[in-house]
């Protein structure tokens, strides 16, 4: 794998190094200002309306520029990285159809709160408004799924605009920013002096909690009889683990985790109750609904969390932890609104909470029902099962890997069946839901964890929306590990067939998809196949073995289904549990 | 209950600002009666005033997500208090020589005033609250309207607060 070359240094020594105030162009200021960020990785593709900056970029080995197949390869492993890491995914790509093909991962991005810096070339000045070749006004297209964007109309713009755009995308409710550089901009010569402040004063986010909120907050806890912490992405994102934990050791209230807050909290600790709503647990579903106080801690009350609204945790006085004002209240009324960042508010609610003593009764049945309902499935010595894999995966990572997956029933398996001890574990599109971004996305998260093992889990439908990159991973040996779990079908919308549609299977056969290993192996990627548990374990531990990047293939049952379901328009509480004895 | 709600948005002068607004409220299904924007009080600065249509809640996500826009400064729910909103209509309307002193009595009794006469029309200029200028045109109408056409409200807090 490519070493990384830009090791972790001081924004003094950076400056020292990047910052002199000289005469060049745009592009090179658009280096030396990602430089001074700490920015150690890019992806990109380059294309027309950026050759001065790939120019700038010839023979520069500063930072690692990693050349995918695609462009949405290149933002889906931005987006990888900096969820993995926490620091800015930065890519780069051409204007128009270079930026078109950054769309669905902005969104991606956008919907889940990744910061993001996106890097897109545009036709000259002179050229904008004209129709011109490979023009798209991208700054336009993105403006719904960007927290903010920018058109650069001047090179000495460049400094001030970089730095506002890091700022931007890694505070308060984190995002990605675009940044859209014409041609000319990019070599067009001026005095470069880097900035490092920001004034914009349209953008103040509140980090540090009203107290008096925080205090009514602890005294709803202390009456609180069946309370509940449900903890979302915002709580990974703000690096909140360790409060999380502590309050919720002192406070001693079960906590549920959302798709994205997995790994938020111990998944073995015994106030864990999994994660909630449409395939979450029953523990979990059945306390929110039955729950008199509900403390949300960086979740938006997702309409895959909530179910039915109207039908919502209908006892609960519901507590809303959000550094964006906007979500509070959005969808489900709130009782005690705390605006700040998560970090910040359990900080300081912390020192004040007391245990809830009058919950006793409450954790004793949680217990109870975790012992009585765990997620649940038939296993098979016949027929390779995708959940027993995931499970295999688990113990043979021992639990500690970055895990990446597409989106659908692998998804959902891998969230089931791979509990997490460890926050940016675990990599998943949650709110667009993006197909294809499961594996690109690991090769981020590889190039940001050079030292821990990445797993990519994969549908086959999904894999071959972005299967492109195993380019990237076998030039540069990025020893991700991918397993795809074929089941020769679109599974999620198979299952809504059989179960809402009255079986009418309506193309969702993949039956006839390349053979997944010779596709590896055309790439010089080491791949497997496996269809019994015997071959899946040896394949899997091989490929883990192997020095670099590897695919395993499990032929998996075709007509599984994912439990447990809350069907759309269902309160959480009505779950189909499937069939598992 | 759904209200008529007149917000004043400061803005940062910037290309694509409008865009940035507008589009919000197209995607979040929010409703815009009229928009009205120009320079304010601070170079550098635009205002624009947003009437538009919704619930307490609808207001309040209005608000807050006005506020997620960077170059968005402040938002003003002005129609809250006591308010100045005015907006200006022009309305071309047949008047052949023998409706004109008509057509002159009613301008006169709106203190509106013609800004143009042609041989067998007029243009009629009337400022005020949006329902003096529905009122006005309700008058007209009966004469022939050619053409028309309303700015939009704009609109400020009464007494010194800002």
Redesign the interface.
């Known amino acids: 794998m490519v070493a990384n070359s830009a090791t972790l240094k001081s924004k003094e020594e950076l400056i020292e190094k990047w910052g002199k105030h000289e005469v060049i162009t745009g592009s090179e200021m658009l280096l030396r200002s990602l430089l001074l960020e700490g920015v150690d990785c890019v992806f990109g593709y380059p294309g027309g309306a950026v050759l001065y900056i790939y120019d700038a970029m010839y023979g520069f080995e500063d930072f690692n520029h990693l050349l995918t197949r695609h462009e949405q390869g290149a933002i889906h492993a931005a987006d990888g990285y900096a969820r993995s890491t926490g620091k800015v995914g930065v890519c780069i790509a051409t204007s128009g159809p270079g930026a078109t093909n950054l769309v669905t991962g902005i969104a991606t991005a956008y919907m889940d709160s990744v910061p993001l810096v996106v890097i897109t070339g545009n036709v000259a000045t002179t050229l904008i408004g004209t129709d011109a070749f490979q023009e798209a006004d991208i700054?336009?297209i993105t403006?719904?799924i960007t927290?903010?964007s920018y058109?650069v109309r001047k090179a000495e713009d460049l400094p001030r605009i970089i730095h506002e755009a890091f700022h931007?995308a890694n505070t308060g409710?984190k995002g990605p920013v675009l940044i859209d550089i014409p041609k000319d901009v990019s070599n067009e010569k001026a005095l470069f002096k880097p900035h490092t402040e920001v004034k914009?004063?349209?953008?103040n986010p509140t980090v540090q909690p009203n107290k008096q909120q925080v205090d009514k907050m602890l005294r709803a806890i202390e009456q609180a009889e069946r309370p509940v912490l449900l903890v979302g992405g915002g709580a990974v994102y703000s690096g909140a683990h360790e409060e999380v934990l502590a309050f919720a050791e002192k406070t001693g209230i079960p906590v549920t985790t959302t798709l994205l807050g997995l790994g938020a909290f111990p998944s073995g600790h015994e106030l864990h109750m999994g994660f909630p709503g449409m395939h979450g647990t029953w523990t979990a579903n059945m306390a929110i609904q039955e729950s008199d106080l509900l403390v949300n801690i960086g979740a938006r009350f997702d309409d895959r969390v909530t179910g039915k609204l109207a039908g919502f945790a209908p006892h609960a006085k519901i507590v809303h932890v959000d550094i964006?004002?906007?979500e509070i209240?959005?969808n489900v009324p709130t009782d005690i609104p705390i605006v700040g960042d998560v970090k910040a508010v359990l900080q300081q609610a912390v020192a004040g909470a007391k245990y809830a003593a009058k919950a006793d009764a409450w954790r004793a049945l949680i217990s109870e029902r975790k012992a009585a309902k765990p997620f649940a499935y038939n296993d098979s010595d016949e027929e390779l099962k995708p959940q027993w894999v995931v499970s295999m995966i688990h113990e043979t990572t021992h639990g500690d890997a970055i895990v990446t997956t597409d989106v659908g029933q692998h998804q959902m398996w891998a969230a089931q069946y791979y509990p997490f001890n460890k926050p940016r574990s675990w990599v998943t599109s949650g709110g667009l839901g993006t197909m294809g971004f499961g594996f690109p996305s690991a090769i981020g998260a590889q190039m940001g964890n050079p030292d821990r093992t990445v797993v990519s889990i994969n549908g086959d439908g999904g894999m071959q929306m972005c299967s492109q990159e195993l380019a990237i991973c076998a030039i540069n040996n990025i020893p991700v590990k991918v397993a795809i779990l074929n089941n020769q079908v679109l599974g999620m919308v198979r299952q809504w067939q059989e179960l809402i549609y009255d079986n009418r299977y309506s193309h969702i056969d993949l039956a006839g998809s390349p053979d997944f290993v010779k596709l590896a192996e055309a790439y010089g990627v080491k791949a497997f196949r496996a269809s019994n548990k015997e071959e899946a374990r040896t394949a899997w531990e091989a490929a883990l073995a192997h020095d670099g990047p590897a695919v395993v293939e499990f032929v998996v049952r075709k007509g599984e289904n994912v439990y447990p379901m809350v069907t759309q328009g269902s309160t959480i509480d009505q779950m189909l549990m499937g069939d598992a004895e | 209950m759904n209200g008529r709600h007149t917000i004043a948005i400061l803005?940062?002068d910037q290309?694509?600002v409008l865009?940035?607004v507008s589009?919000?409220f197209g995607?979040r299904g929010f409703n815009i009666e009229s928009i009205t924007v120009g320079s304010s009080e601070e170079p550098g600065l635009s205002r624009m005033v947003i009437v538009t249509t919704g619930d307490n809640?609808t207001l309040?996500?209005i608000e807050?997500?006005l506020?997620?826009?960077?170059?968005?400064?402040k938002v003003v729910d002005i129609g809250s208090g006591p308010m100045v909103a005015r907006e200006l209509g022009l309305i071309k309307v047949t008047a052949d020589p023998s409706a004109r002193p008509e057509i002159l009595g009613i301008v006169e009794t709106f203190r509106a005033s013609v800004v143009d006469i042609s041989p067998n029309s007029l243009i009629v200029q009337v400022v005020g609250g949006s329902d003096k200028i529905d009122a006005m045109i309700e008058l007209l109408k009966p004469y022939g309207i050619r053409e028309l056409s309303r700015t939009g409200v704009t609109a400020m807090a009464r007494g010194s607060a800002r």
């Open positions: 700054v336009g403006m719904p927290k903010h058109l931007i409710r914009l004063r349209g953008y964006d004002p906007a209240g959005k | 803005v940062n290309p694509g865009q940035r589009g919000l995607r809640h309040e996500q807050k997500q506020y997620k826009i960077i170059d968005v400064i």
